[in-house]
């Protein structure tokens, strides 16, 4: 697996260390950002869990979920609003902050405020996109590219999406696995693809609450099965990753969006303790 070791995050944050021998580290937040109130109590909470379980966190909220099933799907509070409430977290809370990005247009207003900036899994290959990311935040102090691997896309074929943010000058990259679309309406996760990733060169992170989705599983929206969401990231913790990628909200059953699969926040510590635990033995046992 590759050795590489990026760090999120600058001197006015808390730093976060991802690499595949190093202790998992965890991104989460709520899927959507639904507004100022729930997204600083979610952080807020998230941090403490980080803290207790001795984990690196970085916080994430989508201004924008682009990509409904939907034209009526919640789409969060947009641009200006969630980047003004992201730049609030990360202010008052001292934590790494990341969000996803759609178009070009976006990128140069989302990577003054984040400290990493996500490329939805949708548009891994879309080059312009991944170019403008890479500039943009070879700019900043801390400033990392996280790569949803395409439903579509074969682990190895992270390389050559990778490449396109390194040309456009930021070596700092996480590589995330969020399965692969299996027949229509669900996804499976081949988990000897977080090897193959991880031998690109780039810390790999897990996506446990996306690969358990079933797009448009709901007819109007994707639902999910959140039973399947321990087994896969024990699953994912026992080959080796460098962090979780877990979306929790206060009341999934009134969320935004992703309803199925967000971790209920009250359930997240308890849900995360054991990951932190057999993290820790399997990197002990390979050294």
Do not use: W
Not at 161 to 180: F, M, S, Y
Not at 197 to 203: F, N, S
Request: glycine share 12%.
């Amino acid at each position: 697996m590759g050795n590489r070791v990026v760090n999120v995050g600058d001197k006015a944050v808390q730093q976060v260390a991802f690499g595949q021998g190093l202790p998992m580290a965890l991104i989460a937040g709520t899927c959507a950002i639904e507004g100022r109130e729930i997204t600083l109590r979610t952080a807020e909470t998230v941090q403490k869990i980080g803290k207790k379980l001795g984990i690196g966190v970085v916080y994430k909220g989508s201004f924008d979920k682009a990509n409904r099933t939907s034209a009526h799907g919640e789409r969060g509070v947009g641009l200006e609003a969630g980047l003004a409430i992201l730049a609030e977290v990360r202010k008052n809370l001292g934590i790494p902050v990341l969000t996803d990005v759609h178009e070009c247009v976006q990128v140069t207003a989302v990577c003054a405020v984040v400290d990493v900036v996500q490329i939805p899994a949708f548009l891994a290959r879309q080059t312009d996109l991944l170019l403008a990311c890479g500039q943009a935040m070879a700019k900043r102090e801390g400033g990392v590219v996280n790569i949803k691997k395409g439903q579509f896309m074969a682990p190895a074929d992270m390389g050559p999406a990778a490449g396109k943010v390194l040309a456009g000058g930021c070596e700092n990259v996480l590589l995330t696995e969020r399965g692969t679309t299996f027949g229509y309406g669900d996804l499976v996760v081949d988990m000897r693809g977080l090897p193959v990733m991880a031998a690109v060169g780039h810390p790999v992170i897990f996506d446990v609450t996306h690969s358990i989705m079933q797009p448009s599983g709901k007819g109007d929206r994707s639902g999910g099965k959140r039973e399947f969401a321990a087994p896969l990231a024990r699953a994912a913790v026992a080959v080796g990753v460098a962090g979780l990628f877990v979306e929790t909200h206060p009341e999934p059953a009134k969320a935004f969006s992703d309803r199925e699969t967000q971790i209920p926040l009250d359930e997240l510590e308890d849900f995360l303790r054991p990951l932190v635990a057999l993290d820790k033995l399997v990197k002990a046992e390979r050294g």
